[in-house]
């Protein structure tokens, strides 16, 4: 299909295996998703394991999340969709060959609210969870007011620190595959026919902010907020 | 696949703007949810809105309305993948109890014919 007067002119990033860039791009597509299939199961695990353990202890789960600070919980979910804003907003001005500072501009807003979520997390919850006692392993102080459910309470706080802190790794590895990004867009790398890393980074970003759409309602919100969580 | 097909569909900034817009409102209706009693329907309503949440992101973010044949199918086989997970788990533990614990021998002799 290509012939050897196209191959000799091929743009920048084409790779020669490939008879054209949009084949190119599906591929690298499709390899992506492959990858965020496994982070799917990776995560899943989680996810599962959370659900047993919810059924098993429904009580203490509900005793836990009521523990939690709803409003910075809903406040990092907006600060992730902003964020996932930007991050497509970033790929859409290299699709449609915007200038380099537009690309960077939007990129180093990408990492700015990735940076904001984990300072909101490090900051107001994690610190204040530390400082209330509700650290496994660290500090946790059962309260006598949580009855016999109260013995509990400390699985859900593991499942919290673990699933949130996993995601977290995961926005500090994003924002580390960011500021590559942001070094190779300067360099001038990307055009609109070649921005494949921008167009795959995406979507782990987009990925990492899914995960979090569903912890946000189960850690935070599944048993309700009305009441006070002991019974 | 004729090169038309393969063309990358640029998505326009209104699309993208009103996705987050529809994201941002379904948070906050989310949270609001979870203050209003609505018994085991709390539950329910809070996974739904997040799984029409992840299918906006799926979709219009990641572009997966506009992507090839072979992609969603891997992203389909991911998911049903997930749920053969989720379904054997559960199918375990949430069925434990529907069989008695296990007890001594003697417990059958009520039952046993008399020349045990």
Redesign the interface.
């Known amino acids: 299909m290509a012939d050897m007067a196209a191959h000799s002119a091929h743009p920048p990033g084409f790779a020669h295996q490939f008879e054209?860039m949009?084949?190119q791009?599906?591929a690298g597509?499709?390899g992506m998703?492959?990858f965020?299939?496994t982070e799917?199961?990776f995560f899943?695990?989680l996810?599962?394991?959370y659900?047993?353990y919810r059924?098993?202890h429904p009580q203490a789960f509900e005793i836990g999340s009521h523990l939690l600070e709803?409003q910075f919980g809903?406040t990092n979910?907006?600060v992730l969709?902003?964020s996932?804003?930007t991050?497509?907003?970033a790929i859409?001005s290299a699709?449609?060959g915007k200038s380099k500072s537009t690309i960077i501009g939007y990129l180093i807003a990408t990492m700015i609210l990735g940076a904001a979520f984990i300072g909101i997390k490090l900051y107001f919850e994690w610190y204040h969870d530390y400082v209330e006692h509700l650290v496994p392993g660290i500090n946790f102080a059962i309260r006598p007011e949580w009855g016999h459910a109260g013995s509990q309470v400390p699985m859900f706080f593991c499942f919290y620190f673990f699933m949130t802190a996993l995601h977290a790794l995961h926005m500090v590895i994003g924002i580390g595959i960011l500021t590559v990004l942001t070094i190779m867009t300067a360099r001038g790398r990307f055009s609109s026919e070649y921005y494949a890393p921008l167009e795959v980074s995406?979507?782990y970003w987009?990925?990492v902010?899914?995960v979090w759409?569903?912890l946000?309602?189960?850690l935070?919100?599944?048993?309700?907020?009305?009441?006070t969580g002991v019974h | 696949m004729s090169?038309q097909e393969?063309?990358?569909h640029?998505?326009p900034?209104g699309t993208?703007?009103g996705i987050?817009l529809a994201?941002?409102a379904l948070?906050?209706i989310?949270?609001g949810v979870?203050?209003?009693?609505?018994g085991a329907a709390?539950?329910v309503v809070?996974?739904a809105?997040?799984v029409v949440?992840?299918l906006l992101?799926?979709l219009f973010?990641?572009?997966v309305k506009y992507?090839?044949g072979?992609?969603r199918l891997?992203?389909v086989?991911?998911?049903f993948?997930?749920a053969i997970?989720?379904a054997m788990?559960?199918s375990d533990?949430?069925t434990r109890h529907w069989t008695p614990e296990s007890g001594p021998w003697s417990v059958l002799l009520p039952i046993l014919p008399k020349t045990f």
């Open positions: 054209e949009a084949q791009r599906a597509n499709l998703w492959v965020l299939v799917i199961m899943g695990g996810f599962a394991t659900t047993v059924s098993l709803v809903a979910t907006a969709i902003c996932s804003l991050m497509a907003l859409h699709q449609t995406g979507l987009h990925f902010d899914i759409i569903f946000f309602p189960l935070y919100l599944i048993g309700g907020r009305y009441g | 090169s393969q063309h990358e640029v998505v900034v993208y703007v987050f994201l941002i948070t906050g989310t949270t979870a203050y209003i009693d609505l709390n539950t809070a996974l809105i997040a949440k992840m992101v799926v973010f990641m572009h992507s090839a072979l992609t891997v992203i086989a991911g998911f993948w997930l997970m989720v788990t559960l533990e949430l």
